[in-house]
């Protein structure tokens, strides 16, 4: 005899199916103790190490270095075992043998010509070129020698080969697939393997078994994209990622008072922000408007109130842990009266109107902005502010299609060296600079060819005074690094902001 | 009885809203010093992660929300009931294509189509508006072609074609006044689910743009100082809440005193 299903039944075995249907938001593996999540607020636009418009921190474990940086930020053996200056415009480098690619591929000095070649390339346009501009060509001696040539002597030849853009990428690989291609899909020597990108959400890496350095203890990372801050300090407080960068100025406290949880915290250990000025476009040509600017900016009490003390004011874009750091040069005062005064000096006494665009992507980015915006309205400054999505800001940035002003933040990282911190964005015709003063070239590429470390030293603050002078942009503080952890990861966080996941233990 | 209640609450809140700028408040004088402030002296509902005053900043919110939401329901109004009287009175094929193309829209999710606008266009009110308006106007459409389906088979219009009047003088003076009760019903209905997607757009960041408040960007910067203070979400949102709460308890009432059932 059949009997109907009565209708409440049906409705909930309906509901269920759907349910189950639904598919479950694209959630990372449980945390195993061989797996280790980490959210960052910066977006991954491509994992081509020649070509980064980002920070290297992921493409840092995907790839090596001739030259690689230990946990004392001293310069150690790489892909290549040794080096030494041949003579002044020569650097050879000895390869280490019996490295292959994640693919198979062998590393050689071919690799090496390859690599630096293709970013040297002006069809190119590689945004990262100005870190390596030096560089002439490469030479290949023999499979396992190849000579780095200067145009001028370069003593940085070693530290601009620890970073990328240099990471070793494989010749045949590159180029049967070609580099747009290669950035969604990178191979190299480094410590994980490429698994997988789900873009805008994370990219997945797993362990090189035969790394030659040794295999990694930890097996996985999942590398989240977790733009938004509540959602990141959410991930780590549920247990979702085990590290998080960076912490928001605003829930540091909470965090440290989890019994579960860490903040670790690297004075000066982050990018310098500032706003860049385009030095070429009116207003902003006159360096009397560029002073003013400075002059109306309070950036004490920003760094105090808005930012809760987690930055530093900073007078030039060159940080403590920088090779030319000039602790001498000071700021401008926060001072409105004379900001005022030199506009109307300027011929502008009624005020000027100006497109500025901020990011939300630096600590508290936004509220700075705005906080900067009035305070420049108040002297006269009517701003029109924008605050454009990062991942459609980080494009149009390189390429000069930003406002006049804009917001940016920069710093030599990875090099730790003043080279890095300000040749990019001082030297004219680079891709992050709008910048063209030709006492500043001279001097920023004398400094690049000058040796002894005394006159780079002194030249270096030079440049750091002129550039305080001359206000080509208003630098505003330096962030400190603010690392969320879950106290199962044992790791100290670095003044260089790598992450190299191969120094990380899980407990 | 809720429709009085209603009535006070949206009178009430609307006449602040306006009043805003009669009332001495600063929404957008910031204070560093006086950051993250709680509700007391001199700050009625404390002061926002800049030092700005959050009570000027809720009320010149809501006058922001309430404008883009009738200015976007201006919009969707003219073109939709257009759309309806049009196709309820010539039927046919126009009828058809332009009750396909209500479905179509119906069909286009909103936040997709706000996006793309945005990237294309630039996120800010007037594009927003836009949005909101153009993809707004099937409700009013339905309920215009409705009545006009009901009220073009009466004595009087027969009657007025008779004596040669022109289809637009129809349209014009018999149809048009008829529709205007249920369209207000509806229009009321329709205001408070304005206000929440401006509140959601603009929490989104892709409407209002600092430091220009709207009750959805409040809510966004509030968020951000959660760790810190509860003031700067729970304000907006609860101000949000009650101006939602009013409007549909009167749009509720009328509906009731119209004797219309928002039936779409």
Redesign the interface.
């Known amino acids: 005899m059949s009997r109907r299903v009565p209708l409440g039944v049906v409705r909930w075995v309906v509901m269920l199916a759907a349910i189950s249907l639904v598919p479950l938001q694209a959630s990372v593996a449980a945390p195993a103790k061989d797996t280790l999540t980490i959210a960052r607020v910066t977006a991954t636009l491509g994992l081509d190490p020649g070509f980064l418009r980002e920070p290297g921190t992921i493409v840092d474990n995907i790839f090596d270095t001739l030259v690689a940086r230990d946990q004392h930020m001293k310069l150690v053996p790489g892909l290549a075992t040794s080096w030494k200056a041949v003579n002044p415009t020569t650097w050879q480098f000895a390869l280490r043998r019996g490295v292959t690619f994640h693919n198979g591929d062998p590393f050689d000095a071919e690799a090496v010509k390859f690599t630096v070649e293709r970013v040297l390339d002006p069809a190119k346009h590689s945004p990262t070129i100005s870190y390596i501009r030096t560089v002439s060509r490469v030479d290949v001696v023999n499979p396992y020698t190849v000579n780095i040539v200067t145009a001028e002597p370069d003593p940085l030849v070693p530290t601009r080969f620890s970073r990328y853009p240099t990471e070793i990428v494989p010749p045949k690989y590159v180029k049967e697939g070609g580099d747009a291609a290669f950035a969604s899909r990178p191979v190299g020597t480094g410590p994980y393997k490429f698994v997988r990108w789900v873009k805008d959400n994370y990219v997945e890496v797993e362990a090189n078994p035969t790394y030659w350095g040794g295999a990694p203890k930890i097996q996985h990372v999942f590398w989240r994209w977790v733009p938004d801050?509540?959602a990141r300090?959410a991930a780590l407080q549920r247990g979702e990622a085990d590290l998080i960068e960076p912490v928001?100025v605003?829930?540091v406290?909470?965090i440290e008072r989890s019994p579960r949880l860490r903040v670790d915290r690297v004075k000066h250990g982050g990018l310098i922000i500032y706003f860049g000025l385009k030095t070429d476009v009116p207003p902003l040509n006159d360096v009397r408007v560029r002073r003013a600017l400075a002059y109306a900016i309070?950036v004490n009490?920003?760094v105090?109130?808005?930012l809760r003390g987690f930055a530093s004011p900073m007078a030039t874009q060159v940080g403590p842990f920088d090779f030319g750091y000039d602790p001498r040069i000071s700021r401008y005062p926060y001072n409105p009266t004379r900001a005022r005064a030199l506009l109307t000096e300027a011929g502008h006494p009624n005020g000027i109107e100006i497109e500025m665009q901020g990011t939300r992507r630096y600590l508290?980015g936004?509220?700075v902005?705005?906080?900067i915006?009035?305070e420049l309205a108040a002297v006269g400054v009517r701003v029109k502010?924008?605050?454009?999505?990062w991942t459609?800001y980080a494009q149009l940035v390189p390429v000069k299609k930003q406002a006049p002003i804009y917001m940016l933040g920069w710093g030599s990282t990875q090099t730790l060296d003043a080279d890095a911190a300000i040749y990019p964005i001082l030297h004219s015709n680079e891709p992050y600079s709008t910048v063209s003063d030709s006492k500043l070239d001279r001097l920023l590429d004398e400094a690049r060819h000058t040796v002894d470390p005394q006159a780079r030293g002194r030249l270096y603050g030079q440049i750091q005074e002129l550039a305080h002078e001359d206000v080509p942009m208003l630098t505003l503080y330096q962030e400190d690094s603010l690392y969320g952890l879950n106290n199962s990861v044992a790791w100290k966080a670095r003044p260089d902001a790598r992450i190299p996941v191969i120094d990380i233990r899980l407990r | 009885m809720e429709g009085i209640i209603g009535a006070t609450v949206l009178g009430v809140l609307l006449i602040t809203a306006v009043g805003a700028g009669m009332l001495g408040s600063t929404p957008?004088q910031?204070d560093?010093?006086a950051?993250l402030l709680p509700p007391g002296a001199g700050h009625l509902f404390g002061t926002d992660?800049?030092?700005r005053d959050l009570w000027s900043r809720v009320l010149v919110g809501l006058r922001v929300s309430v404008t883009v939401a009738v200015m976007a329901a201006a919009i969707s109004v003219a073109l939709g009931v257009t759309l309806g009287m049009v196709s309820g009175f010539y039927g046919g094929t126009l009828e058809a294509v332009i009750m396909r193309l209500a479905d179509i829209q119906l069909a286009v999710p909103f936040v997709l189509l706000t996006l793309l606008i945005v990237?294309v266009l630039g996120?800010n009110i007037r594009n927003l508006i836009a949005v909101m308006g153009v993809t707004g106007w099937v409700t009013y459409a339905r309920v215009s072609r409705g009545q006009t389906l009901v009220i073009r088979h009466r004595e009087y219009v027969d009657a007025a074609r008779a004596s040669g009047a022109t289809d637009r003088h129809i349209i014009g003076r018999h149809v048009l006044p008829n529709i205007g009760g249920p369209l207000l019903v509806v229009l009321t209905l329709d205001l408070s689910r304005l206000v929440l997607l401006e509140g959601a757009m603009s929490f989104l960041?892709f409407g209002v743009?600092?430091?220009t408040p709207s009750l959805g960007s409040l809510l966004s910067e509030g968020?951000?100082?959660?760790?810190?203070a509860w003031w700067p979400v729970t304000f907006p949102g609860v101000t949000l809440a009650i101006f939602v709460f009013g409007v549909n308890l009167f749009g509720d009432w009328l509906s009731d005193r119209l004797n219309f059932r928002a039936n779409v």
């Open positions: 801050d509540i300090v928001p605003a829930w406290t909470t309070d009490t920003i105090k109130t808005i508290m936004a509220e902005s705005q906080a915006a009035q502010l924008e605050i454009p999505e459609v | 957008y910031q560093l010093g950051a992660s800049l030092g990237a996120a960041g743009q600092p430091p968020l951000r100082s959660l760790a810190l």
